[in-house]
């Protein structure tokens, strides 16, 4: 069956430029987590969804990440202003339950790079 | 706080040779342990994980972990290394009660002919 899909796979934005990164879950799952992974290092938790409900987003860096999961299904993750700390794999995770045992299964990532 | 600590940043063994990668977390409660495996431009698959139940865990691809409480260790191992085993390894573990994952630095295995 289907994987998760993000897209897009790469993307470039000038620095102080709006950028939005979707997430297509396995269909039916219930949780959905966004990671990030800067060059070199594992990824960093950012935000987890229980179906709409954002229930945890301490991992966000900071007022300019901003992620919504409107109807349960399809998650976007949107970074305003972007700046060159921003440059990592934004990679997104779901997972068919809400139990801390479940397997999360990776989609193959965005690549940001912000000049 | 929980964390998750891999020795060596990077590996390489010879074709044939014994893998072992080592992990060692830290946890107030009883962990969920995860390894997962990232080749290049891919994102992360699981190769196996602990929850609770045997604490020998045989995973994808011939690998295998045993969770040893004592030691706060969950190593990776397999007998024989291929040259298609050579990716990026992540060991994690769950924080609370939603599931999200703590990571370790990673540990890139490179296999020699």
């Known amino acids: 069956g289907a994987g998760v899909s993000q897209s897009p796979r790469y993307k470039v934005a000038k620095r102080g430029q709006d950028v939005a990164l979707r997430c297509d879950p396995i269909s039916g799952h219930v949780s959905l987590f966004w990671y990030q992974q800067a060059l070199g290092q594992g990824p960093e938790f950012l935000t987890y969804?229980?179906?709409?409900?954002?229930?945890?987003k301490s991992g966000l860096p900071s007022d300019r990440f901003f992620a919504e999961r409107p109807e349960g299904s399809v998650s976007t993750l949107k970074i305003q202003r972007t700046q060159q700390e921003d440059s990592a794999v934004y990679l997104c995770?779901?997972?068919?339950?809400?139990?801390?045992?479940?397997?999360?299964?990776f989609g193959p990532g965005t690549r940001l790079t912000v000049l | 706080a929980q964390s998750v600590t891999q020795l060596g940043s990077h590996v390489s063994v010879s074709e044939g040779a014994l893998v072992l990668l080592r992990c060692n977390y830290s946890?107030?409660?009883?962990?969920?342990l995860f390894w997962y495996v990232q080749y290049p431009n891919q994102g992360l698959q699981l190769l196996l994980k602990y929850t609770s139940a045997a604490t020998l865990v045989k995973g994808i691809n011939g690998f295998e972990a045993e969770f040893k409480k004592s030691e706060t260790s969950f190593h990776l191992t397999k007998p024989s290394a291929h040259m298609s085993d050579a990716a990026e390894y992540f060991c994690a573990v769950t924080l609370g009660k939603g599931g999200k994952l703590l990571f370790g630095q990673g540990t890139e295995l490179s296999v020699k002919p």
């Open positions: 995770a779901s997972s068919s339950r809400d139990n801390p045992g479940d397997t999360q299964y």
């Open positions: 946890s107030s409660v009883p962990p969920y």
């Open positions: 969804f229980q179906n709409e409900a954002q229930l945890d």
